[in-house]
């Protein structure tokens, strides 16, 4: 999977690019299990677990877990902890929703909180990385948001099948320093409204 990519010693952008696609190729292609997974279960009663916060960049990114979610016992797949990802996946089987956090060492430091290059380069890697793993890939919209302490935020939305069944896709990216974080957000299609309101807590919009 690694040697896939071949990174180009021409321009400290081009190579800032070839990183940031080789990290996060893994941190990815970790959602692929359980989303398929998620589509196959049938639907069960709401959980009472409680929501929780994730806190990531060193706290400059907060994403609120909400109530009825349970983090995945699952460990990530040992080659992207030995790149130095964390992270864990949250679902939620009676909503069919599931909620990936995902923070990866980057291979040179952003050039600031709200880094151009950095953040088209997180999530041109996260739609090939799908459009590769998922059926009926569609890029739906992206767009950029600047939280009020500076931080930049790029995302992703996309549609795309796991399982059989058509599932709707956000992905929110942001990078501090030598860290990117990356959280997905994956529901079924026929809960639009449900997705919505979960993106809103990883945006805070």
Sequence with gaps: MLNKWNLPAVTNRSLKKAALNLTLSLAVSMTVGVTAALAASP??????????????????????VPAGFVKDPTPIDPRATAMGMTGANYLNKAEKSVLITGQVPLATAVDSDNDETALSGLLTGTALQQRTDYQNYKKLGEKSIVKASGLGLRQLDASFSAGGKPMLATTVAAASGTQSAVVTVITNADNPKGHSALVKTVTGE
Excluded at 50 to 60: E, I
């Design 43 to 64: 639907p069960e009663a709401q959980s009472i677990y409680t929501a929780q916060q994730v806190s990531m960049l060193g706290g400059k990114l907060s994403v609120n």
